[in-house]
């Protein structure tokens, strides 16, 4: 039996899907004037001061990290730049309750949410007081109670998890759904599909975000897919899809919660494709200059989202020069300050090695625990973390 | 107590979570009207309604991805593999995702309530794709536990308690013994302990070590061995991982001997391990090396199954070697 009621031909006949042309939806001009036809979306001012300030957060924390990873106090370091409203805008139309499960980049979104320098900072630090007891390498964050699920390396991987956390949601019935963000490089993993596709048939309030920002790593995204942009895929899985100009915040903001809309009031799964561009290079490992030009760089960095937004805001009277400045001076001295008390702290206590592999360590770990204890104490000028939690035991 | 097939019994246990717990779904391929392609989820769908038991589109990686996301949700989802050999296309879901949750958010977040279902093992005619024993390349990764029932009265506490333990578990079901294992099963909830292997028959002479439907084979071989006067002691280990490294050692310290049989090939099977912790802990002990009983370092056969597979004359002369040595 086929599902399929499409009209019978009696010659054969092709079709490449030139029909479906995706419209990009915008409305802030660079100059921070609406389009003529476009209306803002409903945002007050506490709110979009509050989108505004994590987006300046965001951007300041990434350049001062990126400086601190350069002076070899990190290990590792990757930014949003250029990206902050595709993630900022769609984090903050959601409900603060929906579960967020992002790919790497979008540290804005927990900034949104309210995640403080400090735990950035512990996390970036791998301390004691980092909440995934400095066993991930650096933007690996995640926060219970924002409800922002701890960042996994694997691409894609969170996709079809993010369908099956909203199937709970909805089973749940308190109104909630799950966005889940990734890259268009990572939309070309099987875990994609099967989240899209699984999210369509059971019809889950799941918010697809993909930040399509023109590079996975060094392969641009005319080399990750033939077809325009990640969106047309929508079709084949009977989904509702919007594409959106992911430097413009009001435009991220409105489709996102139109999205929210359709996927908790109606059921019905969204795919977003935020257009927009990676101005920083991949990691603190990468150097875009072997794969693209500072041309094409300086294009997308004269369509910075936050200045965008900034003059918007201020066509608005909601915000000034000197609110600027002393937002810039008062943020730049909390994350120097903050990673300087991170810095400090001492790491995780050995015994995080061993915990949270189960609830509770099993017999043969806790003897392979005792066996290392037991060389540290041996070596301890080798071991300088961990050799005083190695006292003790057997 | 009831008299059920080992289907019956899985069925059943299912049935009583679902039952007593509102928070379990069950799900794969097949798995709702139909009630699976074995019918271990018979009358599931019809009971619990289609949003806690149901169809998923033929995607491994999507099936167990989903049951990632519903587990760290606060959901108890069971997800059905449907044949053991088809697992692969999840194992990224798996091993990276389902066994390092909670370890690298810290505990913030975890997929304990994860159980997943598969039916393994030869012995059906089914060739390369439907016979696979895959618990090896799963015990070679921390945070999993693995499980493998016997008969119908262990497949039901054995599942019960994996659904309810707090860690992801994989539950590998012997496809052979779905209806050729009838036992008595009592009616209730009832939960055997994970991590604990059990000794099926005291013994003198040698120990005998295996799991799932290798028990069975175990049986024959041993009853041969006794009339030739070997006293055997049997051993179903049940958890794969973590597993029982003491009641073994305790074993094989009385008796010096140890043979361990399971159908996966020879080279990286679970025996290895086995063999190489209880050396470590008896050395003193042993009378004769441990040996292993296993199937060959073959893709799995069709027309040649039963020489492939370790069946019970294969186990009888691995005991007679080991007490002759």
Sequence with gaps: MTTTKSKVVYSPVFTDGAEFRIPTFRLLKQDGKLYKSAKAPDLDKDKALRIYRAMVTTRILDERMLAAQRQGRLSFYMQCTGEEAAVIGSAAALDDGDMIMAQYREQGALAYRGFTIDEFMNQLFGNEMDYGKGRQMPVHYGSKKLNYMTISSPLATQIPQATGYAYGQKLRGEGHCTITYFGEGAASEGDFHAALNMAAVHRVPVIFLCRNNGYAISTPAAEQFAADGVAPRAYGYKMDVIRVDGNDILAMYQATQEARKLAVEHNRPVLIEAMSYRLAAHSSSDDPSGYRSKDEEAVWREKDPILRMRLWLESKKWWSEDDEKQLQENMRREVLETMKRAQKRPPPPLESLVSDVYDEVPPSLAEQFDKLKAHIRRYPDEYPKSAEHAKGGA | ?325
């Design chain 2, 1 to 325: 107590m009831t008299k059920m097939n080992m289907l019956q019994a899985i069925n059943n246990a299912l049935d009583t979570a679902m039952a007593e717990d509102e928070r379990v779904l069950c799900f794969g391929e097949d798995v709702g009207v139909f009630g699976g392609v074995f019918r271990a989820t018979s009358n599931l769908q019809q009971k619990y309604g289609k949003s806690r038991c149901f169809n998923t589109p033929l995607v491994e990686q999507g099936i167990i991805g989903f049951a990632n996301g519903l587990a760290a949700q606060g959901s108890v989802p069971v997800a059905e593999i449907q044949f053991a050999d088809y697992i692969f296309p999840a194992f990224d879901q798996i091993v990276n995702e389902s066994a390092k949750f909670r370890y690298r958010s810290g505990n913030l977040f975890n997929v304990g309530g994860l159980t997943i279902r598969a039916p393994y093992g030869g012995g059906i005619a089914g060739g390369l794709y439907h016979s696979q024993s895959p618990e090896a390349y799963f015990a070679h990764t921390p945070g999993l536990k693995i499980v493998v029932p016997r008969n119908p009265h262990q497949a039901k506490g054995l599942l019960l308690a994996a659904i309810h333990d707090p860690n992801p578990t994989l539950f590998f079901e012997p496809k052979r013994l779905y209806r050729a294992s009838v036992g008595e099963v009592p009616d209730e909830d009832y939960r055997l302990p994970l991590g604990e292997a059990e000794v099926t028959k005291e013994g003198t002479d040698v120990t005998v070590l295996g799991w799932g439907a290798q028990m069975e084979v175990i049986d024959q071989a041993v009853e041969r061995a006794e009339k030739d006067g070997i006293s055997c002691e049997v051993i179903d280990l049940r958890t794969i991982l973590p597993w029982d490294v003491e009641t073994v050692a305790n074993s094989v310290f009385k008796t010096g001997r140890l043979v361990v049989t399971h159908e996966a090939p020879l080279t990286g099977g679970f025996a290895g391990e086995i063999a190489a912790t209880i050396q470590e802990r008896c050395f003193l002990y042993l009378e004769s090396p441990i040996a292993r009983v296993t199937g060959m370092d073959t893709p799995f056969p069709l027309v040649l199954e039963k020489e492939h597979l370790p069946n019970h004359l294969k186990v009888y002369e691995a005991i007679r070697a080991s007490v002759e040595f």
